[in-house]
């Protein structure tokens, strides 16, 4: 049992070395816009409304964009 245990604390800690602060800060805003940009895609799909819509593609883009930083 204990040699299993130090085997998975072996390969988790063999997985990535620990994130900065300022790295593990880049990766939760990348995350966050990740999530917003699948909202959005989601709501894209279910608007009828042309403003709406529009308003969405815009949001869309302006996510991608700050992606692609």
Do not use: C, I, Y
């Amino acid at each position: 049992m204990e040699a299993q245990q130090a085997e998975a604390t072996d390969k988790s800690a063999n997985l990535r070395p620990p994130m900065s602060v300022d790295e593990a800060a880049r990766w939760r805003e990348k995350e966050s816009l990740r999530l917003a940009r699948q909202q959005v895609l989601q709501q894209l799909e279910a608007s009828q409304n042309p403003r709406h819509r529009k308003l969405l593609e815009d949001a869309l883009a302006d996510l991608d964009e700050k992606l692609g930083k």
